[in-house]
């Protein structure tokens, strides 16, 4: 059985950086046929997709944060890792990591509970 946790600070201040990490059990985050993600969703909108890092470590980015977004990943530890700079309070959200099976139109199979980050000062 594959699990997810995200973990990282729960606040963060306005024009800082955010730093999320998923920790993947029952699974390896360098195996074929599945990305792992990172999603977003602010509170009363929908799901909105942040990033993608795939078994050889290529990433994929949301055009709308692209320029202030970073995934990366920690293969012995099979962690990955958000970051997102310049935060401001529209990054507030549930922040989750999810597994993609690519190869079957990208299904989300797996998730993490999700973790709520909240930028204020």
């Known amino acids: 059985q594959v699990q997810l946790q995200e973990s990282g600070p729960g606040l963060v201040k306005p024009s800082q950086t955010l730093s999320l990490t998923c920790t993947v059990s029952?699974?390896?985050?360098?195996?074929?046929?599945?990305?792992w993600s990172w999603i977003r969703q602010p509170p009363g909108k929908g799901l909105e997709w942040i990033a993608y890092?795939?078994?050889?470590?290529?990433?994929y980015y949301s055009p709308s944060l692209k320029s202030r977004t970073s995934i990366s990943r920690d293969t012995p530890k099979n962690q990955f890792t958000l970051q997102l700079s310049s935060v401001t309070p529209e990054d507030t959200a549930v922040y989750y990591c999810?597994?993609?099976?690519?190869?079957?139109?990208?299904?989300?199979?797996?998730w993490g509970q999700g973790t709520q980050v909240t930028v204020s000062s």
């Open positions: 999810a597994r993609v099976r690519y190869t079957s139109n990208f299904l989300y199979d797996y």
């Open positions: 029952g699974g390896s985050i360098t195996s074929d046929f599945y990305y």
């Open positions: 890092i795939t078994p050889t470590g290529t990433t």
